[in-house]
């Protein structure tokens, strides 16, 4: 009798409930609103930003290269979660299939530890700029910054390939206490011990988060050095401006993933969890184009440019016309 209980408790499920919001029926119509606003200004700001980067020509260096391909990453990354659940807001649906939940995991996991590298990189590109002015150019060429940019993508997929190949069966309950397929919650579910899938993938996900922010610290450390024995005040001011943005980005991003992910369960609720997720899956994506754009003065000055090129070329065409 024991054994057939056993065995009906460890039936593979084949779907989960993301709990999400669930507890608070009253503001699904609001949250539905809030999140599609937020949606919408991410992938405004964003594609704002790759249009910018891909059409000045005062645009087409390595910072900003970078910084396109943060733009085109925050574009996927808020994609991944926010359509899947604006849908379940709106219908009342929260089941996803495990599949479907694994894919989503995939991306989600993949775009993170793309992320981290690419803010790395980043921030490499300003120690060379600010600590080694004269051989940036050789170092920063164009190749040299393609596969930066391609080994950031492929390294964070293929160590995500390798996690998700790991996952082990899922057994009930099938109700994930979260708005998406997250890995902590997942890992929660599955039917057999864990210990050692948890420790591979522990080593694997340091590469993708540990490695990157070090190296991040590490040219900081080095950039705030060369800052503080400059003896021109214009010269810092200037180093500290072009630091400026991505400094913001990194403590924000990193801050809520070492919220998220380093400080134990125990010391923070599930619904702190989801605060903490809601930061750094919609709001970060959402304020790093404002960010750039407001504090960055060749941002600006491309907009502008662009701007005037639309209007110049609306007023021809209306000219013409007449």
């Given at each position: 009798?024991?054994?057939?209980?056993?065995?009906?408790?460890?039936t593979?499920?084949?779907?989960?409930?993301?709990?999400?919001?669930?507890?608070?029926?009253?503001?699904?119509i609001?949250?539905?609103q809030?999140?599609?606003?937020?949606?919408i200004?991410?992938?405004?700001?964003?594609?704002?930003?790759?249009?910018?980067?891909?059409?000045?020509?005062?645009?087409?260096?390595?910072?900003?290269?970078?910084?396109?391909?943060?733009?085109?990453?925050?574009?996927c990354?808020?994609?991944?979660?926010?359509?899947?659940?604006?849908?379940?807001?709106?219908?009342?649906?929260?089941?996803?299939?495990?599949s479907?939940?694994?894919?989503?995991?995939?991306?989600?996991?993949?775009?993170?530890?793309?992320?981290?590298?690419?803010?790395?990189?980043?921030?490499?590109?300003?120690?060379?700029?600010?600590?080694?002015?004269?051989?940036?150019?050789?170092?920063?060429?164009?190749?040299f910054?393609?596969?930066?940019?391609?080994?950031?993508?492929?390294?964070?997929?293929?160590?995500?390939?390798?996690?998700?190949?790991?996952?082990?069966?899922?057994?009930?309950?099938?109700?994930?206490d979260?708005?998406?397929?997250?890995?902590?919650?997942?890992l929660?579910?599955?039917?057999?011990?864990?210990?050692?899938?948890?420790?591979?993938?522990?080593?694997?996900?340091?590469?993708?988060?540990?490695?990157?922010?070090?190296?991040?610290?590490?040219?900081?450390?080095?950039?705030?050095?060369?800052?503080?024995?400059?003896?021109?005040?214009?010269?810092?001011?200037?180093?500290?401006?072009?630091?400026?943005?991505?400094?913001?980005?990194?403590?924000?991003?990193?801050g809520?993933?070492?919220?998220?992910?380093?400080?134990?369960?125990?010391?923070?609720?599930?619904?702190?969890?989801?605060?903490?997720?809601?930061?750094?899956?919609m709001?970060?994506?959402?304020?790093?184009?404002?960010?750039?754009?407001?504090?960055?003065?060749?941002?600006?000055?491309?907009?502008?440019?662009?701007?005037?090129?639309?209007?110049?070329?609306?007023?021809?065409?209306?000219?013409?016309?007449?």
């Amino acid at each position: 009798m024991n054994i057939i209980s056993k065995w009906r408790n460890q039936t593979t499920i084949i779907e989960f409930i993301l709990l999400g919001f669930g507890d608070l029926p009253a503001l699904q119509i609001l949250l539905f609103q809030l999140l599609l606003v937020i949606y919408i200004v991410t992938l405004a700001g964003n594609i704002l930003i790759i249009v910018l980067v891909v059409v000045d020509q005062h645009l087409h260096t390595p910072m900003y290269f970078f910084l396109g391909n943060l733009s085109c990453l925050e574009t996927c990354y808020t994609s991944t979660i926010l359509p899947r659940m604006l849908a379940s807001l709106l219908t009342g649906d929260r089941t996803i299939s495990v599949s479907g939940c694994l894919v989503q995991l995939y991306f989600f996991g993949s775009l993170v530890g793309t992320e981290c590298y690419l803010l790395a990189a980043m921030s490499y590109d300003r120690y060379l700029a600010i600590c080694k002015p004269l051989h940036y150019s050789t170092h920063m060429n164009d190749r040299f910054c393609l596969h930066l940019a391609a080994g950031s993508w492929l390294s964070a997929f293929l160590v995500v390939t390798i996690i998700i190949f790991l996952i082990l069966t899922f057994c009930g309950p099938n109700e994930i206490d979260h708005f998406f397929c997250d890995f902590t919650p997942l890992l929660r579910l599955a039917c057999s011990d864990t210990y050692l899938f948890e420790k591979v993938s522990f080593f694997l996900s340091s590469t993708l988060t540990l490695v990157p922010f070090l190296l991040t610290v590490v040219s900081y450390i080095y950039i705030l050095s060369a800052i503080l024995n400059r003896p021109s005040t214009a010269g810092s001011q200037k180093a500290i401006s072009t630091c400026s943005s991505h400094l913001i980005v990194v403590t924000t991003f990193y801050g809520t993933l070492i919220a998220m992910y380093v400080v134990p369960a125990a010391d923070h609720s599930l619904n702190l969890n989801k605060v903490f997720s809601i930061f750094y899956t919609m709001m970060t994506p959402m304020a790093n184009p404002l960010i750039y754009s407001l504090r960055n003065r060749e941002v600006r000055k491309a907009l502008k440019r662009l701007v005037g090129r639309k209007f110049a070329s609306c007023w021809k065409e209306k000219n013409g016309k007449m």
